[in-house]
């Protein structure tokens, strides 16, 4: 198994009292809704409830649309084996990054280079495929995210116009809507060394955004100002992203069972 990245803050140390009478509650609805096959592991349960402030009608609802998503959207959670070869060259290419490091508020923080990849060669379907596998380990690892939250930051170097094309407004869409129902809330998002026409397409972002969503965009043109150990590449002194590839790619590879047994927990759609 992939061991957890060290922490600069301190975990949580007690659970809020009302977990287990939640988990009862949100079992019992789960099966008398048996067409979200959810799983059921217990800290998996708890990463909604935590992100839902344990309100169990919020959390009922999320867990729903989560399901329904997975299951709707087979071109990120099907056919999840990291030895594909477009899954293997996306993730030696390191388009989705979690930092070792958290923030002096215990958000996890993800480096998302949204040009890495070539546009003419691999589809955005699989690195958003790849990003959600990543993604998915990370709260394995991390279970506190899901309470404290997520900082994106989005290295917008090397933009091209192909890159720009493959965000299709249907497409731009749907990844807002699953970071909002991914259990693990996205607390800013950042986009460093801005190109001056970023704004063309983050309007568009911002169309399916909520209020509170879009108020969390920042855009600077130049590095993050992100209080963590920042890779190399951005300026700081830690890992490069090519350490941090390679980290992530080996955690995804090791976890490979993971993924072939978690593909099977989708909604049943009629």
């Given at each position: ?49 935590r ?57 996890q ?34 279970p ?17 116009l ?17 970071w ?56 700081g ?34």
């Open positions: 198994m992939f061991p957890p990245p060290k922490m600069n803050c301190k975990p949580r140390t007690s659970e809020s009292p009302q977990r287990d009478s939640s988990l009862e509650s949100i079992n019992k609805w789960l099966e008398e809704n048996p067409n979200i096959n959810a799983c059921r592991d217990e800290n998996h349960l708890t990463f909604f409830l992100s839902c402030k344990y309100d169990l009608e919020k959390t009922k609802k999320k867990i729903k649309s989560f399901y329904i998503m997975r299951a709707e959207r087979t071109e990120w959670f099907a056919n999840r084996d990291p030895f594909l070869p477009e899954i293997q060259e996306l993730l030696s290419i390191g388009v989705f990054l979690p930092l070792e490091e958290k923030d002096d508020l215990c958000r923080v993800v480096i998302i280079r949204t040009s890495a990849h070539n546009p003419r060669v691999h589809s955005q379907n699989n690195v958003f495929k790849v990003s959600k596998m990543i993604l998915d380990l990370l709260l394995r690892s991390e506190e995210i899901s309470s404290t939250g997520i900082v994106a930051v989005f290295d917008m170097v090397g933009v091209e192909g890159h720009a094309l493959q965000l299709t407004p249907k497409l731009i869409k749907r990844s807002v809507d699953s909002q129902v991914y259990p693990c809330k996205p607390k800013m998002l950042e986009f460093v060394n801005a190109p001056t026409h970023v704004n063309f397409v983050l309007n568009t972002f911002r169309l399916f955004m909520t209020t509170k969503m879009r108020s969390r965009i920042v855009v600077r043109k130049g590095t993050s100002e992100t209080n963590v150990k920042l890779p190399r590449d951005l300026g002194t830690g890992m490069s992203y090519k350490e941090l590839a390679l980290k992530w790619k080996t955690a995804v590879e090791q976890n490979a069972d993971y993924f072939a047994e978690y593909e099977k927990y989708k909604t049943i759609l009629k």
